[in-house]
C-alpha cells in the first residue's frame, strides 16, 4: 500500500487505489483502508470527505462495443505512426496505462478546484423514473392510499408497508416466487422487511433503488419534490441511482456509487444534481433496549468504553484517536438522554469537541484534560 500520510483531499480523489476502494468496495480494499486508517485515525475526516466528494459523482466506466474498441485500436495505432521518431517514449506509455479512474480523477479534481460542474450536460439527460415509465411494462398489484392516514400493507413473503396518504405502491404478481422481491413506490412509505438473504428486497422510487436483506427504513420520494430520502430504522440498506442499474456488477455484488446507510443515519438524494448526501437523524433513536440504557451511568469509567457503548447503543460510528483516550476516564450520568446531549456532556468532560461528517460523528480533541 502508498504512504498515503501526507496525501492532501485533491491527491486521494485523483488516486486510482482510493477510487477503486469508493466504486466498487472489494473486500481486500477494505481491509486494507481499514487497517490504514486504523493506523492512522487522524486522517478519518480527511478520507470521509475526500469519500463524500467521489460518493457524490458517479463517472460510469467507458462501454466500447468490439467494433468501437477496434475503430479506437486503429486510430491509436495510426496516432503512434505518426509521431516523430525523437518523440518521447514514455508519452505513449501514459497513454497506454490510464484507465477511466484516472480520467475520472482528473475531472473530479476539476470540480473540487475549479468549481465546474464535471456532469456537463449530464443533468438534462438524465433519464426520467417517473412512476408511469417505471411501471408501465409490468403486471402489478397496486395500493394507493387516498385517505388522511397511513395504511397498513401486507405483502406475500410477511414484509409490511405502511403507506403515507398520496402515496402508491405496486409489486408484482409472481412477488413471492421471483429472485428479488421488487416494490415500485411513489409518495412515502415505512417498510418492516422480512429477512431472507437469498432473495433481496428492492424499493424503486423515482432515481434511486434501496436494497435490503431485512430490516426497517422509510423512502420519501413524491414527484414533485425536489428531493428523495431514506431513513434507516434498524439494520443496514444500501442506495444507489437507477441511471447505474444497468452497470456491470462488480465480483462482490456491490454497484459502483452505492452508498450504505446504518441506523439512524439518513441519504438525502438531490435530483437536479444526481448527488447523495448522508447525514444522521436530528434526533437518533435507541437501537437498544431502554433498560440497558438505565445502566449508562459512569463513575471513572475507561473512556474508550463508554464511546463503544454509545455507539452501540444507537449503532452510529463514531471516530476518535484510540491512542490518545487509551488512559482517559469519565465520570457521567447518560440516562435518559439525546444522543446529542450525552455526546456534549462527555466532551465537555474531556475538553473534546466533535463534528458528524458523512453520517458518523467524529471526536477531535488532543487527549483528556
Known amino acids: 500500500m502508498k504512504d498515503y500520510r501526507l496525501f492532501d483531499i485533491t491527491d486521494f480523489v485523483m488516486d486510482e487505489d482510493f477510487i477503486r476502494w469508493v466504486y466498487e ?28 466528494i467521489l460518493e457524490s459523482v458517479y463517472i460510469a466506466p467507458p462501454v466500447l462495443t468490439e467494433p468501437e474498441i477496434e475503430q479506437e485500436t486503429a486510430r ?8 516523430p521518431a525523437e518523440a518521447p517514449v514514455r508519452t505513449v506509455n501514459r497513454v497506454k496505462w490510464r484507465t477511466w479512474y484516472t480520467v475520472a480523477a482528473a475531472v473530479l479534481v476539476a470540480c473540487v478546484t475549479g468549481g465546474l460542474y464535471f456532469f456537463s450536460g449530464r443533468g438534462t439527460a438524465a433519464a426520467s423514473f417517473t412512476w408511469e415509465k417505471m411501471t408501465a411494462s409490468r403486471q402489478l398489484i397496486e395500493n394507493v392510499n387516498t385517505s388522511d392516514k397511513p395504511i397498513t400493507i401486507a405483502l406475500p413473503d410477511g414484509s409490511a408497508i405502511s403507506l403515507a396518504p398520496g402515496s402508491r405502491v405496486g409489486y408484482a404478481n409472481h412477488f413471492d416466487s421471483s429472485a428479488t422481491r421488487d416494490v415500485y413506490l411513489s409518495g412515502e412509505a415505512f417498510f418492516e422487511v422480512t429477512k431472507n438473504p437469498d432473495r433481496p428486497f428492492r424499493v424503486f422510487a423515482n432515481e434511486i433503488v434501496t436494497k435490503v436483506l431485512g430490516t426497517s427504513f422509510t423512502v420519501r420520494s413524491f414527484e414533485k419534490d425536489t428531493t428523495i430520502q431514506v431513513i434507516v430504522r434498524t439494520g443496514k440498506v444500501t442506495v444507489y441511482s437507477q441511471a447505474v442499474t444497468n452497470t456491470r456488477r462488480s465480483a462482490t455484488d456491490h454497484k459502483p456509487g452505492e452508498v450504505i446507510l446504518t441506523p439512524n443515519q439518513q441519504l438525502v438524494y438531490e435530483k437536479t444534481a444526481q448527488k447523495f448526501q448522508k447525514v444522521l437523524l436530528d434526533d437518533p433513536l435507541l437501537i ?82
Open 25 to 52: 468496495r472489494r473486500p481486500e480494499d477494505e481491509a486494507a483502508w481499514h487497517a490504514w486508517l486504523t493506523r492512522n485515525p487522524d486522517k478519518h475526516l480527511l478520507v470521509a470527505e475526500a469519500r463524500s
Open 76 to 83: 491509436l495505432l495510426q496516432t503512434i505512426r505518426q509521431q
Open 288 to 369: 437498544i433496549p431502554r433498560v440497558k440504557e438505565q445502566k449508562m451511568e459512569y463513575e471513572e469509567a475507561g473512556l474508550i468504553g463508554v464511546f463503544n457503548e454509545l455507539s452501540k447503543a444507537y449503532g452510529i460510528s463514531i471516530v476518535y484517536d484510540s491512542e490518545l483516550f487509551e488512559k482517559c476516564t469519565v465520570t457521567a450520568d447518560l440516562r435518559n438522554e439525546t444522543f446529542y446531549h450525552k455526546l456534549d456532556l462527555i466532551c465537555s468532560a474531556i475538553g473534546a469537541s466533535y463534528e458528524v461528517i458523512d453520517g458518523q460523528v467524529v471526536i477531535q480533541s488532543n487527549g483528556c484534560q
